[in-house]
Structure formats: C-alpha cells, structure tokens
C-alpha cells in the first residue's frame, strides 16, 4: 500500500497543513505492514485529537487551520525503529 492512499484517513485540516509532508516523508514505494498499522493509528490519533477538532471548527471555507499540531514521523527508513506509545 502507497502512503498517498493512506493519507486520505486523516482529517482534511491535517492534510491541508502536513500532507505534502508527510508524503514527502513516506516516499512513493510500497509501505511495510508496521507503516501501514502506525499510519492508521496516527489517523485514528488525529480524529481524536482536540486539537485537530478545534482546527477544524475554525477553519472555515478559505481560512488556514489554526491549533499547534506536530507531525510525529510515524514512518521511518525501513531501519528497523521501533515507537513506544510515549514517542
């Protein structure tokens, strides 16, 4: 699976401000199972995160996302890292 697909979980005021970051950051290969599962789970994080649903809320049409949201580099080189939930 291609992170281009994947990026659509997230909510649109995250894209709008991270998603050619994180694509960037994803690369246009195919994915390993433990990037898939963190992205999925960082989508998930996003839909839940207050301040994702507070950005979304004040961005009306045509106005920039507000909020302090940090992208978590969820997707690494295929070094083998491993993320603890405290990452």
Do not use: K
């Not at 195919?30 to 979304?56: C, F, K, P, Y």
């Amino acid at each position: 699976m291609r992170a281009g697909r994947l990026v659509r979980l997230y909510p649109r005021a995250w894209r709008e401000r991270y998603g050619e970051e994180f694509l960037a950051i994803a690369g246009p290969g195919h994915l390993s199972a433990q990037q898939v599962v963190d992205i999925i789970s960082g989508a998930i994080d996003a839909w839940l995160s207050a301040e994702v649903r507070n950005a979304i809320r004040v961005a009306g049409p045509g106005r920039t996302p507000g909020g302090t949201m940090t992208l978590r580099s969820i997707i690494c080189s295929g070094n083998g890292a491993r993320y603890t939930t405290r990452d």
